[in-house]
DNA sequence: AATGCAATTTAGGCACACCTAAATTCTGGG
DNA sequence: CCCAGAATTTAGGTGTGCCTAAATTGCATT
């Protein structure tokens, strides 16, 4: 019934660790400050700062580190954390298209699995799926290679009044605004366009597809939108 | 990208602890022994007796347990037991159907991942396989209400020449052995008849099916199989 | 150059689940 | 009844990852 499943080769938290300091560092992979770790983890400093000691003392580091400059991923770092982030988008694709799941549950559903599916699984999930380049919420899934081509998208909260621009991601944290945004017909390869834009922290108004009449969206909707022009 | 995950209601130990005792019990749910827990474990005797102090220790008690005298299930245990082979059944039943796993690799994936599906998770396989009784190895899946009909069911390799019976359940922790009975046609619900037992330790000889031939069985394979009569 | 605060690191601890070695306790023969 | 050997428990440790409190360090701004 059980067995001695002593120690992983790559534990959940490192995990997690190389996953934010991707993301966090971005695509010119700058380099990550403990604090943002710490908040985008939530964790305490302190714990980020034993975690990255760990992760940049082993035999093979993870981690590019040194004491009050910061952490960056090294290319074995890198290589983890893309093949988990494909674990990620994989499942999420999985339970969406073929389990059913409502894409705002999805996510929480990968957080935890992407950790623990082996090799075998990814596979097959592929195969099911018919090798996808694209999850749920419009984010590319890395190749197997872990290649992952660059976006050029921004964030629909960034664009001026008359832009026009189609749908490639939403941000697929927060399972309240993806319910909003599937509402509303916001999803990727949706047309949006700008209409209006005020100062202060008035909403912004977009018109969505061929829709004639357009509608407010706060900053905690547009920040979540991803558009390409 | 990642969270508080502190503490699980249940750690996988804990899940695997619960499971032990439930399977060597057996369905009288005797006192099991704490070597009998180490052996089945793979875990040292003293790490046993603190597993089940604390076990036995918590608000809830999942485990009945008293110094130099075994442990067994308390209702709130059982019910943990079974709901986690539940999840372990299904998921095999799953990568088996689903995602066109070989029956002799389902077992270890599910030993892993039972511990992390969500309920979600759980209603949707069962929902996608149209709430299944029997796993690839002919096990029943418990109920959502934890129910598991028993079986009556015999080892084949205690079955005496002459003998035959429906096969009812395959062992599913050896894949080598899985994969041999496969090749011989030998997976639940096939019809064998024993030709041949010979006293020491010669292979007994069974016909499979329909055949003609009849063909030797070591103990090796026979004692992963079980029958009906 | 000085300083004052924010960011980071160190120190000391905790919970988990495991281990080894060294007690105990129990039990079945004699 | 007694006692050795087996089963179990206790004692003392380890590695992971987290926490709080108490240093440090570095940097922006005078
Ligand atoms: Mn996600
Ligand atoms: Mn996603
Ligand atoms: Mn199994
Ligand atoms: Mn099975």
Chains 1, 2 share one sequence.
Not at 78 to 86: D, G, S, T, Y
Not at 156 to 182: H, I, M, Y
């Amino acid at each position: 019934m059980a067995k001695k499943s002593t120690t992983r080769a790559n534990s959940e938290s490192t995990d997690d660790y190389l996953k934010a300091i991707l993301t966090i560092g971005g695509p010119q992979e700058d380099r990550v400050t403990g604090n943002a770790l710490a908040e985008h983890l939530q964790v305490r400093p302190a714990s980020i700062t034993g975690m990255l000691q760990k992760l940049s003392g082993q035999e093979t580091p993870l981690v590019e580190y040194e004491k009050h400059r910061g952490a960056r991923l090294t290319p074995a770092g890198k290589r983890r954390a893309l093949e988990v982030i494909r674990h990620h988008r994989l499942i999420e694709l999985f339970l969406h298209d073929i389990l059913d799941y409502p894409w705002d549950e999805v996510h929480a559903e990968a957080e935890r699995l992407e950790h623990f599916i082996s090799e075998r699984m990814e596979e097959r999930i592929a195969a099911k799926l018919g090798d996808p380049l694209i999850d749920p919420h419009g984010h590319g899934i890395p190749r197997k290679d872990g290649s992952l081509p660059e976006r050029r998208e921004v964030c629909l909260s960034e664009l001026a009044a008359g832009n026009t621009g189609v749908v490639t991601s939403v941000s697929d944290r927060r399972p309240d605004v993806l319910r909003e945004l599937k509402n509303l017909g916001i999803v990727p390869r949706a047309h949006l366009t700008v209409t209006e834009r005020r100062a202060g922290s008035r909403p912004m108004r977009v018109r969505i597809g061929p829709a004639s009449q357009d509608i407010p969206l706060t900053v905690r909707l547009s920040s979540a939108i991803y558009v390409s022009q």
